[in-house]
Every structure is written in C-alpha cells, then in structure tokens.
C-alpha cells in the first residue's frame, strides 16, 4: 500500500474502520440484528407497483450501466423485491440491462423472485433483455421500451450516467410512476426533477438492507454509520486544533496541538 | 391576472419550448455575438500547471499522460478541451501519450484532434508523441496500477501494435517518476482511480478535463489539492483556447450558451411564479 | 450534380444528420423514423464493439500473443472465461462464482488502497490553517481586510456545519426522533438540495453544449450553412 510507510496512522485508521464493520457485520450474522430506520422513498416502491397493476401495464426496471459490481448487486436484490412484489399481484416486468454477465445474474435474480412468490410460471425468457453495450444506444433503447410497452412503473436503481435523464424524462412523459435510487452525486439531481421518489445516495445502501434483511448488509450499514461518527470526529478534532492554534502561541498546550496537527496529517 | 394564465405559465407546450431553444442555439451560429469570457480559476490553474511542468527542465525526457475516457456522444464538450489540450501540449513542446479505455475514443482522439494538430505544429509521432491505443475497460484497474511501477511492461504495444520501448519518446520512460502530469479528459468517473491508485502525494500534477455534469462534485478534490486544475466542459475548454489565444469551437459558442443559459433561467422563473401563484390562488379560493 | 449536392449526400455526413434529426425527433412524438435509427443504433453500437474487441484486444493482446509470440499459456484465459458462462446452470454456477469472487476479491483489495489515496486528504485537510474557526491576522495592507477576516470565519463554519448536518442525515442506526438530530438532518438535506441545484445547472451546460455541438454539426459540417 503507497501510503503506509509514511502513514502509518492512516493505515491503522483503515484497518480500525475495517474491523468496525466486520465487527458489526460479524455480530449480526450471529442473530443481533441490527435496527435500521425505514427510507421515506421505499413506500412508493409497493405503491408503484400496485398502480402499474390496475393500470394493466408492465413494470420496468433498469440496474444502471455499470457491469457487475457493488451497486449493481445492491440494485438486483432491490428488484428482487420489486419482482415479488410484481409477481404478487400476477403484473408483469421488464428488465433492461447493458451487460452481458448482469444479464445472466439479472435473469436468476427475477427467476427466484418469481418462485418465492409462488408464480414462477409469470416469468418468460424476455422479460430481462441485454441491449447493447454503448451508453447512449442503451438510453435509446430503453427510451424506446419505456414508450412501446407504455410501461407504468419505473424504476431506475443503480450506477447512472448521463443518459438518466432520458430514461426519467421518457418515463414521465408516457406518465410512468417513476422510482429512482442512485449513488451518483451528479445525477440525483436529475432524479429528483423528473422522477416521483427518489434515494439519494447512502440511501440506496441502507433501502437495500432493509429490504432484504441480509444480515451482512444491514451489520455493514450499521458499521459505516459508526465509521462516519469516528472521521467526524476527527474533522473535529483536526478543525478545533487547527482554530486554537491561531490564538495560542507558545507554551505546552501549543506544542501538544501542533505536535497532533503535524501528525495527523497525510504526507 | 386569473388563475388560467398562471396554470398556463406552467404547462406550456414542451414543443414550444424545444422550439424556442433551437432558435437560441442556432441562431447565434449563424450571427457571431462577441461576448467577453474571463476564464475560471480551476481553468487558469489548470493552464499554469501545464506551463509549471513545461518550464521545468527536468521534465525534458519526461510524458504527459492524456487519459481520454470520451467518446463522439461527449465530443460537445470533451474534443475541444482535447484540442485545446494537445495544442497546448504542442506548443510547449511536451512530450505525451495518449491512452483511452473507451472503444470509440482512440479512432476520434487520433483522427480529429492529433493528427490535425501535429501536422499543423511539426509533431512527429514516436519522436515527439506515442499513442498506446485502446484497452479494455475491464483492465481499467490493472492498467493504471501497472504503470505505477512498470510503464513499457503494463503497455507493451502501441496502438499499432510497435513495442513502445522501440519509440525515441519512450526511451527514459520505465515508472510513474517519469511522468511529467497526468491529464484525464473523460464523461465518467475514472478519477478515483488515477488518485487512489497512481497518484502519491499530489505528484505528478493531476490535471481533470471532465464534462460539466461531474464537475461540482470533484470540487472538493481541488480544495485539498488532490487535482491541480479542473476545465469544466466546454466553458474551461473556452477558457483554456482564451489563454491559449487560440479560437475553436469552445470560444465560438460561448454566446450561443449564454443566451441558452439567459433562456432556461428565464423559464425557471416563469415555471415557478406560475406555480406559486395558483397555490397562492387556490389558497384564497379555499378560504 | 453540383460540389453542394455531392457534399449534401455524402453517405457519412448524410447519415450523420439523418441520424441526428431522427433521434432528436423523439422530444415532438414517437415516430417510425426514430424507431428505425434507434434500431440502427442498437445494432452498430453492438456490431462496433464486437469488432473492435477482436481487433483490438483478442487478436493483438490474446491471438498473435499466442500464435505469432509463442505465448501458449494464454490459452488458458479460454476455461477460466468460460467458468462466467457457469452461471446460466444450476449446475456449472459454483465455477461462475468463483470467478467473480477473484473480481471482488481483487476489487475490494484495491478499494483500501483507493480509499486512502481518495478520501484522507480530504478529511486531514481539515488540520490545515485555512479550515480554522478563527482568522489569521489581517495582511497588512489589505484594503479589504475586513472582508476577507468576515468571510473566512463564514466558511469555515458553513464548511463544518454543513459536514456535520450532512453525516447526521444519512445515519440509519439511530432513530432521528430527537429533534435536535431531526432538524439537523433536515437541514441537511436542505443542503443536499441546494447542492444538487448547482449539479443540475453545471448538467444544463453538458447537455447544452452537446445540443449546440449537433447543430453546429448539421448547420456547419452538412448544410454548410454556418461559417466555422
């Protein structure tokens, strides 16, 4: 690790954030589970489907544009909720993906969502369609869907670029119950305009902890939170240092605060 | 004034307003409206960086890395900070290599923007500058770590399949010391990667070129120093050909964007006076 | 057939515009034009990238490697990324998964790194003089040295009231029935609002820039309407 031999405080930092969540983690794999409050935008999750329900039209679901990582993952076990929830009121959905290997994944994930909620046989082999690998050719795409299968409830959950907007812009013009959730900074904001729900950011973590209960998942939520409490704490520490130095100069206390400053600093 | 015409205010035809603001953006096309420009303060850092690694000496044997991650979808804003980029990059004489990991980007990057430019100021490819070529995005990670350490190894070809290690420009380039600045002009966010993975200590400077959507939130990394300049879209493109004292497409429509820019506040405003006059307006009918 | 003509149906530049035209079509109705170039789309973008990844990565990196360089031990890239196929089985799933568990294995490896490199500047720029609630002296000499004393306070304390609204916001452990700790979050999202607000107007310029890039290019490059 490049920054170890000259911070080593920064790696024992790491390694103290690391054992905090694997603690959490750790601890409510072992039965304490952990409380998380509810996200206000879940709520409209059953509500968008029911609506899409009698409105007799399908559901479409989007897990972003990256491949198959973290928050792809997170996304999948969201519509994993979704789809029972779709496969509970006998509706049917659509997935659009840009990756192959989500793809695969994507089918297996609606396939057992399907079985849990008793209708495996709602499930048909189209229902999760790989577009194409480019950005734009996939907004295209899914804009085309969106308006062809006058699809009623949207939603769009994942890593998103620049095409969100067209997905939340189309949706709402064919009049598209829309639900987004996003751990792109730049692109919430488009979110929010166009869509009806939105989960910002961390949100999207915890609303898919919460929904799927996993153990793991909701001990990590649970660990990052006190993780956040420890770096505030050091921004504090470092931004109150940092204002008593200005008016103390000279003497012990001084030395202790610049003796911290000039320690807890990244070289 | 009634209610109708605030509710009117608020639901105008969506036609008429891409009408209108077609109109705006070619009609300043068309009719050249010289506006001044005072270039930003990420754009002028960014510029004397640049200038800070050509004036130093040591950097005489030394690349700069261009990271293209655009394609033709973000060519609006991306290729002419390229352009801007590369003249710059020319006419300090710099050495550099251009690397993508986007499929489109190393044919648009080559064709539109360095041939061109090298014709125009003499520069002479394997001498002065080296294109690695495309690679994968699913190496992304693999690549930037590579070249930390071991540049020819990580690379090993260029883009026309010559072993880089037979170019001039190559000849005293093996690790990262040996890279005078990093520039990333990109749509996504591939910065996390060169600051996380092959940046140490803010060195060598790291200098981002994204489009405008992603800037404000790499705000706080040119407050803590971690980016050193920052050309936001085709405005700090505008810039960059202002302190350039070039003109390409990013002075040219700097008129055209500001009238858009006058347009859409100008329906905000109407959206919303709209909007809280019939809530004020219901409001009184309730009561 | 006139110079103009010639360059008007130039096969590139004509479906260039063509394309344009028929994409942007959409914001007035759903039309067949746009539904053919939107096909037309689809298929290239995924015919383009089927080709490039042969020419540019398979047959160089993989192909000659193995067929011109002698390096035979590629060849075994071909099992291992066949395993990702296992996922399609119920039967052949375990050899997927232990694929892409060497993915996030590798992944999560670098992000300790990454994480370090990225955010530790950040949260140690804290400790620098310029974040401190109280102001240096003034410059001597400084015509607006009350200004400048003012707003440094100013920011400070936004940039730390700010931080700390934001943190409370996004807590999930910790019930926000407490007033104090919901007002704070509140406000936090308030300015999480705000923020998203200037994202939206920087977005408004990307989104601009390529429109007026697609004009310039139909009324410059095709119609040659426009002096460059």
Known sequence: MQHASENWWVSGLVVLLSLIIIGKVLSAQRGRVPFIRRIPGLNAIDEAVGRATEMGRPVMMVPGISGLDVVTLQALSIFSYVARAVARFGNKSIMATIDPIVTGVAEETLRDAYADAGRPELFEEGDVRYLTGQQFAFATGVAGILIREKVAASFLFGAFYAESLIFAEVGQQVGAIQVAGTTQTNQIPFLIAACDYVVIGDEFYAASAYLSRDPTLLGSIVGQDYCKLLLLGIILIGIISTSLLTLIHGGPVAHLLHTLVDFLKVK | MNSTLWNRLQTIDRRIIYAVLLLFIIIPLFIDIPLPTYPSKQSQDFYDTLEKVAADKGNANKIVIVNGMWSPSTRGENQWQAEALITHLMQKHLHFATLTFDTQNDTVMQTSVVEPLAKKYGYVYGRDYVNWGYRPNAVYVITIKGLVTNIPGTIKKDAHGTPITSFAVMKNVKTRSDVAAVVDITPVESTETWLGLFEQNNSPPYLFAPTAVMAPTYYPYLDSGQIQGMLTGIKGAGDYEGLLHTKSFGSRIASALSLVYALIILLVIIGNVGHFATRAAKRREAS | ?228
């Open chain 3, 1 to 228: 057939m006139t110079e103009y003509l010639k360059h008007l149906l130039d096969p590139v530049l004509l479906f260039g515009a063509l394309g344009t035209i028929a994409i942007l079509s959409l914001v007035f109705k759903e039309n067949r034009f746009y539904r053919l170039f939107e096909h037309i789309f689809l298929g290239l973008a995924l015919g383009y990238d089927l080709e490039l990844t042969w020419t540019t990565v398979l047959k160089p990196q993989f192909w000659d490697a193995m067929v011109h360089d002698g390096q035979w031990a590629w060849i075994m890239a071909v099992p291992v990324g066949l395993m990702f196929y296992g996922v399609y089985t119920q039967r052949f799933a375990w050899m997927s998964r232990l694929v892409f568990g060497i993915f996030f294995g590798l992944a999560a490896g670098t992000a300790f790194q990454d994480f370090s490199a990225r955010f530790m500047p950040q949260v140690t720029r804290s400790f620098a003089p310029n974040k401190s609630l109280i102001p240096p002296p003034p410059t001597p000499g400084d015509p607006h040295a009350l200004l400048h004393q003012v707003s440094f306070v100013l920011n400070n304390f936004l940039f730390l009231g700010i931080v700390v609204c934001v943190l409370v916001y996004f807590l999930f452990a910790f019930e926000q029935k407490n007033r104090a700790v919901l007002r704070t979050a509140q406000l936090g999202r308030w300015v999480l609002m705000f923020s998203f607000g200037a994202i939206f107007g920087s977005t408004i310029m990307t989104r601009m820039a390529l429109l007026i890039d697609r004009m310039y290019f139909i009324f410059h490059d095709w119609l040659r309407l426009v002096k460059g």
